[in-house]
């Protein structure tokens, strides 16, 4: 089993900035691509970066230039620095990991694997 643990959200003031981490733990033999989605109230969950393990990141555009995805593959985390924040990017944060769990006794599984969650306010 694995599970993903994010660190990070809280209520900031427009213009501000917020760190979200996340860190994956359990059976894990590799890590594919790592991502961050949100979701807002009353909206589809979207994503906002995602980062390969060899380092590929794609961004959506609402937040190109401020958002900026990086991982610590020796770690298995995930962080999402994130600048100039603005009211619409008030939101639940997901940590999102591909990850190949198991062991070669045990054999291995590709799991799609979400964390619980982290809200993000921006408003002042």
């Known amino acids: 089993q694995v599970q993903l643990v994010e660190s990070g959200g809280g209520l900031v003031q427009p213009g501000g900035s917020l760190r979200l981490s996340c860190a994956a733990s359990?059976?894990?033999?590799?890590?594919?691509?790592m991502a961050w989605y949100r979701q807002a109230p009353g909206k589809e969950r979207e994503l906002v970066a995602s980062i390969s393990s060899g380092g590929n990141i794609n961004y959506a555009d609402s937040v190109k230039g401020r958002f900026t995805i990086s991982r610590d593959n020796a770690k298995n985390t995930v962080s999402l620095q994130m600048n100039s924040l603005k009211p619409e990017d008030t939101s639940v944060y997901y940590c999102n990991a591909r990850v190949v769990s198991g062991t070669r006794l045990s054999g291995y599984k590709v799991l799609e694997v979400w964390g619980q969650g982290t809200l993000v306010t921006v408003s002042s």
């Open positions: 359990g059976s894990i033999f590799s890590i594919d691509a």
